[in-house]
């Protein structure tokens, strides 16, 4: 009979494994995917969906797959991370940087573009790879944070006591080990001048079972408030595992926010966003930015004009109450604060 200490250890290093394993496991191959979701061979579609993927690999965990409609192409799931051959096209203005990230590197994969704050690009793996991601051409291998042991970055934000908050981006920073994660925490905790340590990470919604006890608590061993941005486009998305990943968050005493994109064919309907809205809020997630696409190349078929979208979000302010409402913002490179679209139409738009 195994003492129960001992079984408690197992299930721990079990436990430790299944992320792991469901991040080494994900779907690469576009043909897989399909096969997944019951639909029959077409030569067409995986031939435009692998030449896409030349260019950005497609990358999708199974419990993410698990949550799509079998034999629907329009699913707004897949959607999101099915190569198309609409991502060969060449677009006007369509661009490798759209948001300015190379021109506010101050140290390797250290961004400062707005004031008391600056982001870690601290890897450049992702437990899954959207299409619609702004940073598919960014240079993670040059702009490598981690050859120095983070000092560069991190001696940057000692010596400007004007930063008060860093946020872990990526890449996704929970595909960090808990030990890589636990020392770069601990670093950030040292300085004096950090108050807020905020975590984007979508890892909440498509590899659940990576919020463990274990991470956890890493996390409650900081001395930073730790701040969570989980990113989920669509309520279909939120199944159990996901409000189980929020909870175990929550109950570590952490501020759970959500940030979404607008996505042509995915959410671009007022009965998607008020969906998703109330199933955030219903798990205890406050939905915080409702984001215009990033222009970057090979995203164009995404796009949702600005004049739809603010149509889109005053009908939702009609549907929902306010704490339900996100803000309908976009990022323009070089700009020292996000774009924020008012909602009354004699309103000037103005920054947050």
């Not at 008060?164 to 601990?186: C, F, Q, R, Y």
């Not at 979508?202 to 990576?210: C, D, G, K, S, T």
Request: hydrophobic fraction near 40%; glycine fraction near 6%.
């Amino acid at each position: 009979m195994i003492p129960e200490f001992a079984e408690a250890a197992i299930d721990h290093e079990r436990r430790q494994a299944d992320w792991k394993q469901s991040l080494a496991t994900t779907v690469r191959d576009p043909a897989r995917l399909l096969q997944h979701l019951g639909f029959s061979s077409d030569p067409g579609l995986i031939d435009a969906a692998r030449r896409a993927a030349r260019h950005f690999p497609l990358r999708v965990p199974m419990g993410y797959i698990a949550r799509m409609q079998p034999g629907d192409i329009h699913d707004p799931l897949l959607r999101q991370v099915l190569p198309l051959a609409e991502e060969l096209a060449n677009a006007p203005g369509y661009r490798s940087d759209p948001v300015g990230d190379m021109p506010a590197m101050v140290k390797p994969g250290l961004l400062h573009k707005y004031h008391g704050r600056v982001l870690l690009v601290t890897t450049g793996a992702c437990a899954i790879h959207c299409r619609y991601c702004f940073r598919r051409e960014f240079p993670y291998t040059q702009a490598d944070p981690k050859r120095d042991d983070w000092q560069s970055a991190l001696q940057y934000v000692a010596a400007d006591r004007s930063i008060n908050e860093i946020i872990l981006s990526g890449g996704d920073p929970l595909t960090l080990t808990d030990h890589s994660l636990a020392k770069l925490l601990g670093q950030c905790g040292q300085i004096p001048h950090l108050q807020r340590l905020r975590i984007h990470s979508r890892i909440p919604v498509v590899l659940p079972e990576r919020v463990n006890d274990s991470l956890c608590d890493v996390l409650s061993q900081s001395s930073l408030q730790i701040i969570h941005v989980i990113h989920s486009n669509h309520a279909q998305e939120i199944d159990n595992s996901v409000v189980r990943a929020v909870a175990r968050l929550r109950a570590n005493g952490e501020l759970v926010y959500n940030q979404t994109v607008l996505l042509k064919g995915v959410n671009d309907s007022v009965a998607a966003l008020k969906s998703l809205s109330e199933t955030l809020i219903t798990i205890g997630v406050q939905p915080y930015y409702l984001h215009l696409l990033d222009q970057v190349r090979g995203t164009h078929h995404f796009n949702v004009e600005s004049k739809t979208a603010l149509s889109l979000i005053q009908e939702l302010s009609r549907s929902v109450p306010g704490y339900m409402l996100p803000q309908l913002v976009r990022e323009q490179a070089g700009k020292p604060a996000k774009s924020r679209f008012c909602l009354d139409s004699g309103c000037k738009k103005t920054s947050t």
